[in-house]
Structures are given as C-alpha cells and as structure tokens.
C-alpha cells in the first residue's frame, strides 16, 4: 500500500511540472518581443503625431467649438512640432503693394499653423480699396497662401478738385496725377462716383457714342450731362428709362442730322419729344446751317417796284438789321 502511494506521488509532482515549463515559454516569448524601433520609424510617428495634433487643434476650434484654451494649447503644441508660419504666398496682387500683404499675413496673434485667423485676415486684406475679393487657406505645414482679386479702373472721378481712379462700382482705388491721367472717362460732381455702374448701364444702350464721349456731370443729384470730345453736352432727364429714351432718340437725330461736331454747345432733351440746341454768343462764333440764320420773313420775296413819286409801301426792317440782331442774342432752335 505504502508502495502504491509512493509511486503515486512523481506522477503529480510531474503533472505540476507541466504549467511551470508553460509559464517559462511565456517568459521568453515577452522578453523575445522587446525590439528597438529603426530611426526612421520613431521619426515618422512624430511627425504623425504631430500632425494629429494639428488636426485635433483645428476640429477642436472649428468643429467641436471646445473651449479657447483647450485649443490654443494643442494649436502651440502643433507649433512646436513644426506646423508654424515661416512662408506666404501671394496669388493675384498687380496693384496693391505685396509688402503690405505680406505685413498683414505675418501679424498673427500666434505663429502656429492652427491658430491663424484666416477670415480675420481676409477682412483686413478687403479694406485696400484694389481688393474686390481675397481668399486665405493654409499650406501644411508652414505656408499661408494669399489669392487676391483685384478691381478693374472704369473711369476717374473729380470732387473737391481731387481726381480718383474709381472701378465700375464706384469704389476710390488710388488718387490720381493730373499730369499722368489714364485713358478713361472722367466723372464729374458730388455722388457721381456711386452712379459710375447706373452711367455705364445706360451709354451701353448707344455703344456708338462711348468712342467721342469724353466724360460726365452728376448734375444735382438727379440726373446727367454727356460731354463729348467734340465739345457739346447732352442734358439728359432725370430718371434712368427718360435718361436711356432720350439717349436713343439723339443717337437717331446724330445719324439724320449730324450734330456732333457742328459748332453746337448745347443740346437739351430734358423735355420729352424736343431737342433744343444752343450755340455760343461768344463775339465771332457763327450759327452751324442747322439753326436759322434770320426770322422766317427773311425768306418772303421782295416787294414788287413801286410807281414814281408813289409812297413806298410798309415793308419788313432792312435785312442787314437783322442780322446784327441774330449775333447779338444765343442762337437756338427746337428740333
């Protein structure tokens, strides 16, 4: 019985053995796993992470609307790992100064990439009056891209005797030299520069006149007078369809008649269905044959000869008076 038992006890002593040379395996396996990562491995990882972090940073502030501070601190720690503002890059500036640009960029409440205000730039970039329009995106990891639309000059307008190149809109882009003026129509009068888009809406209903247009005088408030390079001005009416009517009505009459370039001064269609026109009665001026030259009795034939000794018959005032009365006043007449 004792033998039984005796022989009973390395068969457990055995079966216990068994997990013992298990947790040995296990031992070796996990010190067999400790393995030194390649350099080149760490450094992706960081930059990764890095950029992770500018992610978070970014959806934390935009997207999850986190508090300031839990954003700031990941926008810097993103800093700090190689997302900061070292380049600008400028799209679109012709006219306005690129040092300017480059000034307002750069001014950032913090470097880091995730923390730029990029629509607190634009707005500051849209007070140049060239600016029409200005987008800001970031670049990863440290360039700020600027792409600039900028007006188009449309025409120079005079007030307060100062001359401002304005765009179709109105808006004052730069002053202007008197003796380096662009090519363009000048606008006369307080406000007119506000109206330059309603002036261009209506001369493109007559295209023919925009080549002997020189310019154009806000009169009032209310409505336009066309000046054109020939020398005459066109008194329009008020109101943008009589303005456009009139217009239409004088580019018949040009064609029909040839006004422009005729000696005329004037020429007044603020009243609907008539064209008055005007000469100087500057001493030597001479009517254009399109005003009369004399009274319409002028043109009676003369009175047939009287008998000798007959008393001479009640007849018009010599023509020569006439005359010296038609010089003396401004010639106009009603077409």
Same mark, same amino acid.
């Given at each position: 019985?004792?033998?039984?038992?005796?022989?009973?006890?390395?068969?457990?002593?055995?079966?216990?053995?068994?997990?013992?040379?298990?947790?040995?395996?296990?031992?070796?396996?996990?010190?067999?796993?400790?393995?030194?990562?390649?350099?080149?491995?760490?450094?992706?990882?960081?930059? !990764?992470?890095?950029?992770?972090? #500018? =992610?978070? +940073?970014?959806?934390?502030?935009?997207?999850?609307?986190? $508090?300031? &501070?839990? *954003?700031?601190?990941?926008?810097?720690?993103?800093?700090?790992?190689?997302?900061?503002?070292?380049?600008?890059?400028?799209?679109?500036?012709?006219?306005?100064?690129?040092?300017?640009?480059?000034?307002?960029?750069?001014?950032?409440?913090?470097?880091?990439?995730?923390?730029?205000?990029?629509?607190?730039?634009?707005?500051?970039?849209?007070?140049?009056?060239?600016?029409?329009?200005?987008?800001?995106?970031?670049?990863?990891?440290?360039?700020?891209?600027?792409?600039?639309?900028?007006?188009?000059?449309?025409?120079?307008?005079?007030?307060?005797?100062?001359?401002?190149?304005?765009?179709?809109?109105?808006?004052?882009?730069?002053?202007?030299?008197?003796?380096?003026?662009?090519?363009?129509?000048?606008?006369?009068?307080?406000? !007119?520069?506000?109206?330059?888009? #309603? =002036?261009? +809406?209506?001369?493109?209903?007559?295209?023919?006149?925009? $080549?002997? &247009?020189? *310019?154009?005088?806000?009169?009032?408030?209310?409505?336009?007078?066309?000046?054109?390079?020939?020398?005459?001005?066109?008194?329009?009416?008020?109101?943008?369809?009589?303005?456009?009517?009139?217009?239409?009505?004088?580019?018949?009459?040009?064609?029909?008649?040839?006004?422009?370039?005729?000696?005329?001064?004037?020429?007044?269609?603020?009243?609907?269905?008539?064209?008055?026109?005007?000469?100087?009665?500057?001493?030597?001026?001479?009517?254009?044959?399109?005003?009369?030259?004399?009274?319409?009795?002028?043109?009676?034939?003369?009175?047939?000869?009287?008998?000798?000794?007959?008393?001479?018959?009640?007849?018009?005032?010599?023509?020569?008076?006439?005359?010296?009365?038609?010089?003396?006043?401004?010639?106009?007449?009603?077409?």
């Amino acid at each position: 019985m004792s033998g039984k038992r005796g022989g009973g006890q390395p068969s457990k002593a055995k079966a216990k053995g068994k997990p013992a040379a298990g947790g040995g395996r296990g031992s070796a396996g996990r010190g067999g796993g400790t393995v030194a990562l390649p350099e080149a491995v760490r450094r992706l990882s960081s930059w !990764a992470l890095m950029a992770m972090l #500018a =992610l978070l +940073a970014v959806a934390a502030m935009l997207v999850l609307r986190v $508090p300031q &501070m839990i *954003g700031g601190t990941l926008g810097e720690a993103a800093g700090e790992g190689g997302f900061s503002l070292k380049r600008v890059e400028i799209k679109g500036a012709q006219h306005i100064p690129q040092l300017e640009v480059y000034n307002i960029a750069f001014d950032q409440p913090s470097s880091a990439m995730p923390l730029i205000d990029l629509e607190a730039t634009r707005q500051r970039l849209l007070q140049f009056g060239w600016v029409k329009d200005a987008r800001v995106s970031r670049r990863l990891p440290d360039t700020l891209v600027v792409d600039i639309v900028e007006r188009k000059p449309a025409a120079i307008w005079q007030y307060n005797s100062k001359l401002s190149l304005i765009d179709r809109d109105g808006v004052v882009l730069a002053p202007v030299r008197l003796e380096a003026m662009p090519d363009l129509p000048l606008l006369i009068g307080a406000g !007119a520069n506000h109206q330059a888009s #309603a =002036l261009s +809406a209506l001369v493109e209903t007559a295209p023919q006149l925009k $080549p002997a &247009m020189s *310019g154009a005088s806000w009169v009032g408030g209310r409505r336009w007078d066309i000046r054109f390079q020939s020398g005459e001005v066109l008194a329009l009416p008020e109101g943008d369809a009589e303005a456009s009517r009139a217009l239409a009505r004088f580019v018949k009459l040009d064609q029909s008649m040839q006004l422009l370039g005729h000696g005329f001064v004037r020429i007044d269609m603020r009243i609907p269905g008539k064209c008055i026109l005007r000469v100087s009665n500057e001493p030597g001026s001479s009517v254009p044959s399109i005003a009369p030259n004399a009274p319409p009795e002028a043109a009676a034939p003369a009175p047939a000869p009287s008998a000798p000794h007959a008393a001479p018959p009640h007849s018009a005032p010599p023509a020569a008076k006439r005359g010296d009365d038609d010089g003396a006043v401004d010639a106009t007449k009603t077409i």
